[in-house]
């Protein structure tokens, strides 16, 4: 049986060695890291799912903004590769982003393949730059509240503390 939680800090270590293991070396060197540097996640987003005490997937989100308006940022989410398909991605996407709005969030941003994030609302947006070298396609936006995303362009910067 599954359990959720919202991520501690002593998961923290547990959870950048699964990043680590999911993703590429330099994952760190990415633009969305630049914009993670320094600032505090959102904890009550950030969150881990285990089975019988080890670790199988984990979520976190970032604030940030784009000229006055705050903004979500997505990631990284990652399941262990022997979990992979079993939908465990999927359940935490859709746990944190409904804590999201429930939270008063009322919109979400990533940077990531829209074939996969379409089937949680997510959807391409004009206008919006995350820093370089991002692929402009890979900018995707889900919004929490009716209507959050009219109107917003302009660069993704980091969130002012």
């Not at 019988?52 to 940030?64: E, N």
């Amino acid at each position: 049986m599954y359990q959720l939680d919202e991520e501690t800090e002593d998961d923290w270590w547990e959870v950048e060695a699964l990043y680590d293991l999911c993703f590429a070396p330099g994952r760190t060197a990415l633009s969305s890291y630049r914009l993670r540097e320094g600032v505090p996640t959102v904890a009550p987003l950030c969150l881990t799912l285990r089975e019988d005490g080890v670790l199988a997937a984990a979520i976190r989100y970032w604030p940030a903004e784009i000229g006055e308006h705050d903004v979500l940022l997505l990631g990284p989410v990652a399941v262990h590769p022997t979990r992979q398909g079993e939908g465990l991605g999927g359940l935490l996407i859709t746990e944190s982003l409904a804590e999201a709005r429930r939270l008063g969030w009322e919109r979400a941003l990533l940077v990531g393949d829209a074939p996969y994030y379409k089937r949680f609302g997510f959807q391409r947006l004009e206008g919006v730059v995350m820093p370089p070298p991002t692929n402009p396609e890979r900018v995707l936006g889900l919004a929490l509240k009716r209507g959050a995303w009219d109107g917003v362009t302009g660069e993704v910067t980091k969130a002012r503390m």
